[in-house]
């Protein structure tokens, strides 16, 4: 009986020991974790605030609001705010910020009318703010040396809902004959809904034999790496890569422009500039916390602009955004 | 006929000997064989330049600022950027996994095996979909929870419902390999345990799960390492993108490596496909370390009759 009794207990102690030795690293994982987490106040005379602001929308707008909670972080003086951002598209940053289970909503294109609609059912009032511009590029590869520029009505043709263009030569009868290869944005985007707008003239109305992406690098890699490849994205991808791509001029009825900071400025880059939003909700805005990032993100929005490497704002367009941002602070 | 007339065309050989020591020469033999090997060479080949390339990729990132540092959202700044909060939001996840999964997994799981009665219809049942949900896509649990864990429930988007449908995703695997390494312990046994007197509880409890453990564990611990790379679900559970701030608690906003991972790669600057390229080799890292014990809990301690 002893044996026996013994063998139970060790198996009994070995059983035991490995189960406390699992929940002991869960617990320690854990413990590291919470100490992380506490709050060190920086100095400052303002109160001090805490919580959460949550951001979610567009990945064109996102690096723009991360920009702005790094610098936030670093000088806002509220180190007990905790800044996050999602990147769900800007439609699926809508759906999110219609069901307030966001503060603010990053947006490369105007809410829509159905958004719109959904917000008001729940009951969301929200106001709209633009912190930046962009340029649309349409990007070719280097060794595309016969196209310089394309109307719009070139890209139209060759982006219309079953296109048939799949050759340069199509495109302009003075292009070489070069098969066409084309990427694009994923249907979720705003980007795609900007630029079928502008070039097909109904949103989301797009030929679909396309490589499309949610993830601009892939039609930087494809544009990149095929001679006859074609691809459209926001500038700061051109400007990254503008060592492997080559950006085309368009000619939206009053001659070529080429993409650059200044024609997204003074929007002569037609059609194809636009402005970047971000929504603000009421409710969001009647926390401390989110009036108080928000403010400061308008505050520094040169500052963020330039590190988040976007197009910045005109000194009319921040005039609007303050006035915009104060009419929002007065009514909620 | 004799043995030194033997031709391989021969069609009765009077010695299996022979006819054995004949077929090694055939060129089918030698074909699948090459086959084989060059199957085992292109996988591994793969494998090889997919790590390699990572390393490389990331070569300048593999130090301390990986996890001492936040992910940054200044391009002038991402020499200094890191993602610690990811990794610790990725070691919540899975530590909740843990606590939350492996009793439920293994308690079902004995219950299958030792008491329920496979004759009755609803067991099989179960059984049944319990094997067919370990096929599921991850992306279809990421969906549900979504549904009903943030939303119906009003969980939100927080840490803890990323880990009950990360908990969800994995309880089959868990199930199936403990009902395995329940199933492994001889009969005699139990059989033994019950002739000295024991009762069901104290067989199970005392003989055949101690002797399972380390099934049980191997079993758990590869589940565990198939949670920690999942990313589809999370996407779907509003993993937030960028976060400068570790989770606090249950209900705080979360990301994780998988997720920080992709959007990374989907920046437009160079130093996030590095950042992106480190943080695939401590993720790799984390993987290879809990299989690593998975494979020596399984040496240490395992049971042969």
Redesign the interface.
Known sequence: MHPDREAYLVNRNVLSRRVLAGVAVAALALAGCSDNAENTDAAGGETKLSGEVKVDGSSTVAPLSEAAASIYKEEGGQAGVNVSVGTSGTGGGFEKFCKGETDISNASRPIKDAEKAACEAAGIKFKELIVANDALTVVVSKDNTWADCLTVDQLKKIWEPNSKVNNWNQVDPKFPSEPLKLFGAGTDSGTFDYFTAEINGEEGASRTDYTASENDNVTVQGVSGTKGGLGYFGFTYFEENAAKLKALKVDGGAGCVEPSLKTAQDNTYKPLSRPLFIYVSDAGAKKPQVENFVSFYIESIDDIVKEAKFVPLTEQQKGTLKSEFDALKAAV | MSAPTLTPTRPEPSAPGAALTQRRSRPGEVAFRLAMQSCLVIAFGVLASLLAWVLIKGWNRLDSRLWTEM???????LDGAGV?SAL?GT??II?LV??ICLPIGILSAIYLEEYADNTRWYNRLLELNIQNLAGVPSIIFGILGLGIIA?ALGL??TVITAAIVLSLLVLPVVIIATREAIRAVPQSIRQASYA?GATKWQTVS??V??SA?PGI?TGSILALSRAIGEAAPLIVL????????????LD??Y?ALPIQIY?F??????EF?ELAAGAIVLLLAIVLVMNSIAIFVRNR?EKRW
């Open positions: 992910p940054t959202g200044l391009t002038s700044r610690q610790v070691l919540w530590s843990a606590v939303r939100g988007f000295l005392r003989q799960l101690p453990v564990a509003g993993a937030v993108t960028f976060i400068t701030f570790n989770p606090d608690g705080s906003a990301t959007t790669i989907t920046r437009p600057q160079a496909a301690f």
